[in-house]
């Protein structure tokens, strides 16, 4: 209870209201005393100007100070403050509490002096001294709470219950999307993908649960694949293996002599599985990020005319021409010389793979800027609109056939693209149904 969200909340609000209470009565306090200490500056500066008056009377009157005492102490007791009236000579004519008549006045004593004249000359002094009272902080506090107390009071119970109201609907409101997010992710855990969170808030909640949703889609797309690729591999090596099985079993059965042809058959099922073997192992490698490059300054014509050579000869056996268009100047690349010959072979062999009798393909190179853009152009069937987004996935196959002819393993583009960003570039494809595709990769060039 004291971790969930909703006793946050409440406590927050609670938190705050107080906070608020607190500092704006804190604030009236203060102006209520500076209010209260201007007005008793003005009520002093009154009694002191109406003692004054009443001594001037009175000396005017009488021509000294005789007699003088009994309204002292009047005034005293009507005032609340001691009076202390002292002659030329200093010594103490009147005193509201009588214990300092006929003695010396120690001007150094608490209070105020002030110097009555009278034509001219001094008449004496008067000493004005407040008797002790409470501290103002304590009569502002007394007062204000006396007078608007019991309205913070009322109103500090009033704002927590309104707090209270306000976190109810506010924390179902924002509780709803995180509980079913919750839900979705317990889900999700126990291997069901195919769960979303559903919400209509546009606020960051409702950000969040649809970033949730995409990861959901990533993680069902990345299960549905490794999926496929656990039947794909278990078809590419069933088929060799069953096939080597069988070559063994009928050379066993004394039905096939191990000739010739029998050891030749056996090594291209072998290196069918070795292929698929290597590939395996050179994906993992470039996803643990430990692909080792041998980087060295190439001639990039030159490396693309001595790869293209033998495919011309394989696409030439099916009818389909392959021609080269180099710019007249390229600069030298850094590349690993056989990795960027593999990426060429694997998208000139797809674009066989998928090009008609008759039809062609063009391998161009040309400089941009401080890159060099490769790219494999064919005429063929083309692909999928729907299938582009997913063309470099591993064990993605547009043909989902399993013939090895035109269904591969799905590893080729996937590690040629792992390649291509190893060298710092980037592969990209497009493609339209029934026209052909453009497969292209840039590499920077040699500084």
């Given at each position: 209870m004291v971790h969930s969200l909703r006793f946050r909340l409440v406590a927050s609000f609670t938190l705050a209201i107080l906070v608020a209470i607190g500092t704006v009565f804190f604030f009236i306090n203060q102006a209520t005393q500076d209010r209260i200490r201007h007005f008793e500056e003005h009520i002093e500066q009154e009694r002191t100007s109406k003692v004054e008056f009443e001594l001037y009377r009175y000396y005017v009157g009488k021509g000294d100070w005789e007699g003088i005492q009994p309204y002292v102490e009047r005034w005293g007791n009507l005032y609340e403050r001691r009076i202390i009236l002292a002659g030329t000579d200093g010594v103490a004519v009147a005193d509201s509490e009588g214990e300092l008549l006929g003695n010396l006045y120690n001007p150094d004593s608490p209070g105020r002096p002030l110097s009555l004249s009278w034509q001219k000359g001094i008449i004496g002094t008067l000493y004005i001294i407040p008797q002790s009272s409470p501290g103002l902080g304590l009569v502002s506090f007394h007062i204000l709470f006396r007078s608007i107390g019991l309205y913070f009071l009322w109103g500090g119970l009033i704002a927590v219950a309104i707090a209270l109201a306000m976190t109810f609907f506010l924390s179902r409101r924002i509780l709803a999307p995180i509980r079913s997010l919750?839900?979705?992710?317990?889900?999700?855990?126990?291997?069901d993908f195919s769960q979303r969170v559903q919400t209509e808030d546009r606020s960051e909640l409702g950000e969040l649960a649809q970033t949730f949703n995409s990861m959901a889609s990533d993680l069902e797309r990345a299960e549905q694949l490794q999926?496929?690729?656990v039947a794909d591999v278990a078809h590419e090596l069933r088929t060799?293996?069953?096939n080597i099985r069988g070559y063994l079993e009928a050379i066993r059965d004394g039905i096939k002599k191990p000739d010739r042809d029998t050891i030749r058959s056996l090594d291209e099922e072998a290196t069918l599985l070795s292929r698929l073997v290597d590939d395996l192992q050179e994906l993992s490698l470039a996803d643990a990020g430990e692909l080792k490059?041998?980087?060295?300054v190439e001639d990039l014509?030159?490396?693309i005319e001595q790869t293209v050579a033998p495919?011309?000869?394989?696409?030439a056996t099916k009818g389909i021409s392959v021609s080269i268009d180099l710019s007249d100047r390229l600069s030298s690349v850094k590349i690993d010389y056989n990795r960027i010959s593999q990426v060429l072979r694997n998208l000139l062999e797809n674009a066989i793979a998928h090009t008609a009798k008759g039809n062609s393909i063009t391998l161009t190179a040309k400089q941009q800027g401080n890159r060099v853009e490769v790219s494999v152009t064919d005429t063929g069937e083309g692909i999928p609109i729907e299938d582009l987004p997913n063309i470099f996935e591993r064990f993605?196959?547009?043909d989902k056939s399993r013939a090895r002819a035109t269904g591969g393993t799905g590893l080729g583009l996937t590690i040629a693209k792992r390649l291509i960003e190893a060298h710092g570039g980037k592969i990209e494809v497009r493609s339209e149904p029934g026209k052909g595709s453009r497969f292209s990769f840039t590499i920077p060039i040699s500084q």
């Open positions: 919750a839900s979705v992710a317990r889900q999700l855990g126990q291997g999926r496929n690729m060799p293996l069953s490059l041998n980087c060295r014509a030159k490396l495919v011309q000869v394989q696409a993605y196959r547009v």
